[in-house]
């Protein structure tokens, strides 16, 4: 067995490209049983008459064929549910995740670079790492705002190939702002796109913008709205970039099942938002309650969490009393300097919150 390992760890010492061996696979935690706080899930289910029809939708379904490729019935529900141009293009992912990869592939080259703020979503650096592209962080400040001359000093001489804004920023909830963001598209040479997966969450809507910027694409997502099982993700652009962004898709990446539960969950899109302005409304009201903690410090948000940062040295004590309570959040203390003591909290139903501030009260 030792010698078969050593033959092994030759193979994969020789073959795996050396920065693929070196960081490590995206975690996910168990969470069964648990309260989980920690994935900016929605935390509410449908209700029973359209779990009904939905089910009797799936019986009806036939997997012994492929999916459509391009998956129309789907583009034409979001089209009518966002009000998207004709002259604008879509693009469908597996989730944002691919979406992500599938643009920094059709900008990837010798010497090319993808920008982010730091920290934001991780995606953008892991992307960046997968395909041998230089990933530059651009520091947020003590708010967790953009210092905009800093910034658009660094693509000038970053000159990046593309640069991921998520709005609103994850994991801080915080806008940026319509004027950074303009001074951002107008010096960028590369593209911009404007990760919108919370944009439920706010008054935040920049499809508007792609009429002005040949260099912007906006992104978005279901799985925040209560779809987080159907790994659903939407790129809108000008036709040239999705033309160019689609020849590397994976033929059949959206399935049967998933282009059938979408364009029936946007039939009946009026319970999402529903639940989504619930869960607007909890994110106040569990601000609030966490703000009366002392220890702790509360940022303001506009997605469907919350970062708070604790008193010195306590983050990781919080985090684990919490799991053992059964309650799950998110640490992000040794993620990033910049949230030194930091915990992201998911905003849930009521009954959830209150459990969670129950369990705060007897941890703090």
């Given at each position: ?154 693509i000038e001489v970053e000159d ?107 039939d009946h899109y009026p319970v ?90 007897q941890i703090l």
């Amino acid at each position: 067995m030792t010698d078969f390992r050593d033959r092994l760890d030759t193979h994969l010492d020789r073959w795996v490209n050396k920065t693929i061996r070196d960081i490590g696979a995206y975690s996910v935690p168990d969470s069964t049983g648990m309260v989980k706080l920690d994935a900016m899930e929605n935390p509410f289910v449908w209700p029973e008459t359209m779990q009904k029809a939905w089910s009797e939708l799936m019986a009806d379904a036939h997997v012994n064929r492929y999916p459509h490729p391009d998956a129309p019935e789907v583009k034409d529900s979001i089209r009518r549910l966002f009000n998207v141009p004709d002259d604008i293009d879509i693009l469908l992912g597996n989730g944002s995740d691919e979406l992500i990869q599938l643009i920094a592939l059709v900008v990837n080259g010798s010497g090319r670079k993808i920008m982010a703020p730091e920290p934001s979503f991780v995606m953008y650096e892991m992307v960046a790492k997968f395909l041998g592209m230089t990933y530059v962080g651009m520091p947020l400040n003590r708010d967790f705002d953009l210092d905009l001359e800093a910034t658009l000093r660094a693509i000038e001489v970053e000159d990046p190939a593309v640069i991921f804004l998520a709005q609103p920023n994850n994991p801080t909830g915080n806008l940026w702002g319509d004027e950074k963001l303009r001074r951002i598209l107008e010096r960028a040479n590369g593209l911009v796109v404007i990760d919108e997966a919370y944009t439920a969450f706010t008054d935040a809507d920049y499809l508007a913008w792609l009429d002005e910027f040949p260099n912007l694409l906006i992104m978005r997502t279901f799985s925040k709205v209560g779809l987080a099982g159907l790994r659903l993700g939407m790129l809108f652009g000008h036709p040239a970039w999705i033309e160019q962004i689609n020849k590397l898709r994976l033929p059949y990446n959206i399935n049967a099942l998933t282009q059938l539960t979408a364009v029936f969950a946007m039939d009946h899109y009026p319970v999402l938002m529903n639940q989504t302005q619930e869960l607007v409304r909890q994110r106040q009201q569990l601000s609030q309650s966490l703000a009366a903690f002392q220890s702790l410090t509360v940022y303001p948000s506009q997605a469907n969490f919350i970062l708070v940062r604790t008193a010195e040295g306590q983050a990781v004590d919080i985090h684990q009393k919490l799991k053992d309570a059964g309650i799950l959040v998110k640490k992000l203390h040794g993620g990033h300097p910049s949230l030194h003591d930091c915990l992201r909290i998911n905003v849930s139903s009521s009954d959830e919150n209150a459990l969670l501030i129950a369990a705060l009260q007897q941890i703090l």
